[in-house]
């Protein structure tokens, strides 16, 4: 084996519905410089034709692959297996956690699609507001012309990533909220305040920062979360004001 | 394996393999919690006994004297400034302060944290 060559045995986990789940283990000869879903294509295509997976664009836009690779999130389109493995060694591939599983590798996304139309969740928006607020602001047009796509993949590793999403399924999470701070950054639709001042929405977020660690994308859903929370305070006392204005 | 989130998966918090020092701060507020609520169960209770005249006063000043207890005390104390400082992050984070240093700023209060503990065991165990 050689630098361009190395064996690694992958921990695939598997199951269908209704039955219990296992690891089946397939030893792959690989290029360390491969990607991980380059791999697990593989293992489909000629070990294994039952194994589901997800995957379209492989090159970190769709954000379909995402895995837990060695226990933690990744889009595996774009995890080399030099990052994870060494030559003789394990890879380790499970699904995204705090999502149901349909089959194998494939959760079931659709409460998160759901939610995430709840948060107003627009896939494009105006050069200028597309990033993040503190980030050096792209090519902007005065006339805000120019749209881009949004960072957020809608890929779920952030909740996969969460510590009290494992535990919550009613916490909205943090692509959610992330989802409603941008739209509310956006439109200052005050109705989008509402949908997150509860207990299942920034409240329950205990600062773990896991969503920020593991987003692929450059959305810090964390520091998105304490920003809501930040205009949830800010509304509320305005409100305070504006109605002592008003009794005089 | 439940993939979903379920209420009993609580005891997955207290993993901290392969997580960030995010989840250490998580972890290490959620204990010293539970350790400072068991705390105030078992004060009301010494309290209570304690109304039951002088003799049990001096029995338990005796006991409160023992290496036991002095650890004791001085685990609540240690969980009580490690929660205070980790919760005073907390909320600075949520005023939109800080949120981006989150990392560096639970690194200095726990700094100031073991130096205040270090403080109290000093003056605790080594004052005499
Ligand atoms: S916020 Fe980041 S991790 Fe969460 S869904 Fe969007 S891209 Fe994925
Ligand atoms: S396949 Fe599209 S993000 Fe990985």
Known sequence: MNET???????????KTGQPCHFDEYVMDVDPDEYVLDVVERIWAYNDRSLTFRHACHHSTCGACGMRVNSVEKLSCITPIREVARNGGKVRVEPLRNFPVLSDLVVDMGAFYLRLDDAKFSQVASLKD????????????????????????????????????LTTPEYL????????????HQSRDTSLLDLVDDQDGVWRCHSAYECTAVCPSNVDPGWRIMDLRKNILRHQISKIFSRRGQSR | MKNEPNSTNFLRWFDPRNRKLGTLAFILNRITALGLTLYLFMHLIVLGTLARGPEAYDSFIKLAKT????????????????????????????????????RLIFIGLMVVAAGCIAIFVKSMFFSH
């Open chain 1, 5 to 15: 060559h190395w064996r690694v045995t992958f921990e695939i986990f598997r199951q």
């Open chain 1, 130 to 165: 597309a990033c993040l607020p503190f980030e050096r602001k792209q090519q902007v047009r005065e006339d805000g012309s120019y749209e881009r796509l949004v960072d957020c993949l809608e890929c779920g590793m952030c909740i996969s990533a969460c510590p009290v999403a």
């Open chain 1, 173 to 184: 999470g943090p692509g959610v909220l992330a989802a409603a701070q941008h739209a509310f």
């Open chain 2, 67 to 102: 290496p036991a207890i002095l650890v004791g005390e001085t685990l609540v104390i240690a969980a009580g400034i490690i929660h205070g400082l980790n919760g005073i992050r907390i909320a600075l984070n949520s005023f939109g302060i800080g949120t981006r240093h989150q």
